[in-house]
């Protein structure tokens, strides 16, 4: 059990809010199938550009070169802000299709809920784009969360295992980094955000991969956490 006597509570996504498999084995695949057509559609635009640059070049001659670009910065899992935009869009279409729904922890709903009802603020912090988080919460198999979170924050703010990434956000909430309680899977986004001065939990949930060493309490469900 965790007693937390702070203000906010900052959650990771992927391996702590939704499954692993879910992200990678229903979003991205979603991504990877419909990259080629989307990227067709928005030839031209800012992202394409911006993908571009996250691929080490100044520009794609074609449309299926970008393409390329994608699957290889997506077998890498590069957590790149051009990728995360287009994925975000093509996942836009997903959600409001009908043909994705977000699949998280069962125990995220009631906690978000009983947090808010409690006084604290919540807000994500994931690799995807914050545009992908709003449809992600938007859509999830137990409704749409969104009215709970109250910010979000993606790569733009900067990378996941940088301090300096933890210590923006906390001035970006108006709170020092020690009325903030992130929760992560991945021990090097914790000690970062540690680095910054938050207080920090790792989440353990099934499908998740074995953490090194590391100095974290360790959470296996969100009434683990409760306020001091
Ligand atoms: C909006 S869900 C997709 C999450 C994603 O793209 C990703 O790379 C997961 O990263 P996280 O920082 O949530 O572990
Ligand atoms: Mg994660």
């Known amino acids: 059990m965790i007693r937390f006597g702070g203000n906010l509570v900052l959650l990771d996504i ?19 199938k419909h990259a080629g057509a989307h990227i ?28 390329a ?6 077998d890498a899992d590069a957590k790149v802000t051009g990728l995360k935009q287009l994925q975000g869009m093509i996942w836009e279409e997903g959600f409001r299709q009908g043909e994705l729904r977000s699949r998280i922890f069962e125990d995220v709903p009631a906690a978000l809920a009983r947090w808010r009802r409690e006084g604290l603020g919540i807000r994500i912090y994931s690799s995807g784009s914050v545009h992908a988080q709003r449809l992600f919460f938007a859509h ?5 969360l969104t009215t709970h979170l109250s910010g979000y924050h993606d790569t733009t703010t900067g ?7 933890y210590a923006a956000i906390a001035a970006d909430c108006g709170l020092r980094p020690e009325q903030i309680l992130f929760v992560s899977d991945l021990a090097e986004e914790l000690n970062a955000a540690r680095n910054a001065g938050m207080v920090t939990a790792l989440a353990v949930r099934p499908g998740n991969k074995p953490t090194p060493p590391h100095e974290h309490p ?11």
């Open 140 to 144: 999830t198999e137990h409704g749409d």
């Open 69 to 74: 670009a994608v699957h290889e910065l997506m």
């Open 14 to 32: 992927e391996g702590t809010v939704s499954p692993l498999a879910f992200v990678h084995d229903v979003m991205f695949p979603y991504a990877r």
């Open 218 to 228: 360790s959470i296996h469900h969100f009434s683990e956490i409760a306020l001091a």
């Open 159 to 165: 990378p996941k295992r940088e301090a300096a990434s």
């Open 40 to 67: 067709e559609r928005h030839w031209g635009a800012e992202v394409i550009s911006q993908l571009a640059r996250d691929a080490g070049t100044e520009a794609f001659a074609t449309a299926t070169e970008a393409e």
